[in-house]
């Protein structure tokens, strides 16, 4: 079974400041996806970013760039020049490629993220 | 409407009550997916749904009972709940199967007294 672990529950920065969120899994598949998706409190789940285990290269968003660390199954959201609208509980979360249905996603339990002005 | 939409956004009922969740997708996805979100829990997987047809039940009670009529639609029956059963529930839906981007709706704060 795979499991990812949010290590920081809470975490405050101020506005224009960068922040890294960190998220650790444990799997012994070879092919996945990791994602990060953010809640704010309107609570719309909504995708920030997701990154491919077989890309070395790491996946950027305008603000939000993750730092992919596959053999120590790493997978850390940057985001720079933060912003009030960042403020949300931010979920990180696998999938793996298993080539036939649909598979659901495990998440970790979440860091909420307040910017603050 | 437009993404994933969700009906009730609110739900209030007894242990013996009998209610239904409902889940809509204008995404033209095939797959679709129930999550549990509890306080302090991560998100939970309920039900996989793919081309209308259930592909995976996470080991969850009998007294949720979902349905797929179609690619576009997903219900989740409930039925002799139990407090610990409150807890907002997510729609979701993806445009194949795995793997793919999730698009998730705005949930059902459901609460069981």
């Known amino acids: 079974a795979q499991t990812v672990t949010q290590s920081q529950p809470e975490m405050s920065v101020q506005e224009a400041e960068t922040v890294t969120l960190s998220c650790t899994y444990d799997?012994?598949?070879?092919?996945?996806?990791l994602f990060w998706y953010k809640q704010p409190p309107s609570r719309q789940m909504i995708l920030v970013i997701r990154?491919?285990?077989?890309?070395?290269q790491n996946a950027t968003e305008n603000r939000f760039s993750v730092n992919f660390q596959k053999a120590a199954k790493s997978f850390s959201l940057k985001i720079s020049d933060s912003q009030l609208g960042d403020t949300a509980m931010y979920f990180c979360?696998?999938?793996?490629?298993?080539?036939?249905?649909?598979?659901?996603?495990?998440f970790g339990k979440g860091t909420h993220l307040i910017i603050q002005p | 409407e437009t993404g994933v939409t969700q009906t009730p956004r609110h739900l209030v009922m007894g242990m013996t009550n009998k209610k239904s969740l409902k889940c809509e997708q204008h995404?033209?996805?095939?797959?679709m997916y129930w999550y549990k979100q509890s306080a302090k829990k991560p998100l939970e997987l309920m039900f996989v749904?793919?081309?209308?047809?259930?592909?995976e039940n996470n080991s969850v009670p009998s007294r949720f009972s979902p349905e797929c009529p179609n690619s576009s639609h997903l219900f989740l029956h409930l039925h002799t709940l139990q407090p610990e059963d409150s807890a907002l529930y997510l729609c979701?839906?993806?445009?194949?199967?795995?793997?793919?981007?999730?698009?998730f709706g705005p949930g059902t704060r459901l609460t069981v007294l």
């Open positions: 990154q491919e285990a077989y890309k070395q």
């Open positions: 995404l033209g996805h095939n797959a």
């Open positions: 979701a839906s993806s445009p194949r199967a795995a793997p793919d981007t999730q698009y």
């Open positions: 749904y793919n081309f209308k047809e259930q592909t």
């Open positions: 979360a696998f999938m793996t490629n298993s080539g036939g249905g649909a598979d659901g996603l495990t």
């Open positions: 799997t012994s598949e070879n092919n996945y996806y």
